[in-house]
């Protein structure tokens, strides 16, 4: 199954969650450092990536803090 | 009656002492970035949420000095919504940033137009509605109009935010009038001028004016020595409460001499 995270298409297994994604297109540094998920433009809470399944061609957003005016 | 007055900044019950409110971007360096904002002795830093690729490390670094900032002034974070044109987008954003940030105060941005950025009051206020209802205390930017801002204190926004004029112009002060009229008729709101401020005296006629706070970035962080133009901004802020504090005089329509005219020398003296 594809899915989009920030734009990029990817392949995820058969039964893939936001977790499994994540773990996916993630490096291991960025796995540690603070971020945030959207799916499908919805928000979705750290405590419920394991439990969200994906869908074909879902989009998800991966945020991270930069700086702002 | 005391030289100098010091008062607090109101930020939905939270007391904060400083009423200057600082960006983080654009600044020539991170450690200018800190620098800057340690000089504006600000305590209410913005920032935001993008996408990061995974090969990208910049972002990191930024957030570890805005931490670094925010523990050694024991301040405060504020979130933005920009880039968001819909309530929607909004809206998520903002409960993404909550996460992150562990705050519920949100710097609540919806675009309506990219040339100016002038805010669309129709999302805002439809953004503002869903993200109170969720616990949120939202500071909407907004431009200077009266009934816009209204709207949103009648749904409960404590504090508002109109703008001087668009962001990162450096225009000053575009609308006086509306901004004082604002001011005066809604005398409970907080009020924050955000935006288009671009010199430290933009800030302080905005204090004068009786504005609670101002918020800016560009005219810190791409003025020629951003540290020493923060130490200005902290100055001119001060200032410009003080002066309003203190009642500024009324204007007059005719001259009165300033020195006493009673025995003045060589009065009506003919030669």
Not at chain 1, 1 to 16: D, K, T
Not at chain 2, 123 to 144: H, M, R, S
Request: aromatic residues 8%; hydrophobic residues 40%.
């Amino acid at each position: 199954m594809n899915v989009f995270i920030n734009g990029q298409q990817i392949s995820v297994g058969s039964e893939p969650t936001v977790l499994l994604a994540l773990q996916h297109f993630l490096s291991t540094d960025q796995q540690k450092q603070s971020f945030a998920v959207a799916l499908n433009g919805n928000f979705v809470g750290k405590t419920d990536y394991q439990q969200t399944s994906l869908n074909q061609d879902d989009s998800i957003d991966v945020l991270f803090p930069i700086q702002g005016g | 009656m005391s030289d100098s007055i010091n008062t607090t900044l109101n930020i939905y019950g939270q007391h904060v002492d400083s009423r200057l409110l600082i960006g983080s971007a654009l600044y020539p360096s991170p450690e200018i970035m800190k620098q800057a904002i340690l000089a504006s002795e600000s305590k209410i830093i913005t920032l935001s949420l993008k996408r990061q690729n995974p090969a990208e490390q910049a972002g990191a670094k930024i957030w570890q000095y805005i931490q670094e900032i925010v523990e050694e002034t024991q301040g405060f974070l504020l979130p933005n919504t920009a880039g968001c044109k819909t309530a929607k987008e909004a809206v998520t954003l903002a409960k993404m940033s909550r996460e992150i940030f562990k705050t519920d105060w949100i710097k609540l941005e919806v675009i309506g137009d990219d040339y100016n950025l002038q805010p669309d009051p129709i999302e805002l206020l439809n953004a503002t509605e869903q993200l109170l209802e969720d616990g949120f205390k939202v500071l909407p930017y907004c431009t200077d109009d009266l009934v816009i801002c209204q709207r949103l204190y009648d749904l409960g926004c404590q504090v508002i935010m109109p703008w001087a004029s668009p962001i990162g112009t450096g225009k000053g002060l575009m609308n006086p009038y509306n901004l004082e009229t604002i001011r005066l008729r809604l005398p409970q709101a907080t009020l924050i001028l955000d935006a288009g401020i671009g010199k430290p005296s933009d800030a302080c006629l905005a204090m004068e004016m009786g504005y609670d706070a101002v918020l800016l970035n560009s005219a810190i962080a791409l003025a020629d020595n951003p540290v020493m133009m923060a130490k200005a901004f902290a100055q001119a802020t001060v200032a410009g409460e003080q002066g309003y504090i203190a009642g500024v005089m009324q204007q007059r329509q005719t001259a009165h001499p300033s020195t006493p005219t009673l025995d003045t020398p060589f009065w009506h003296q003919q030669g």
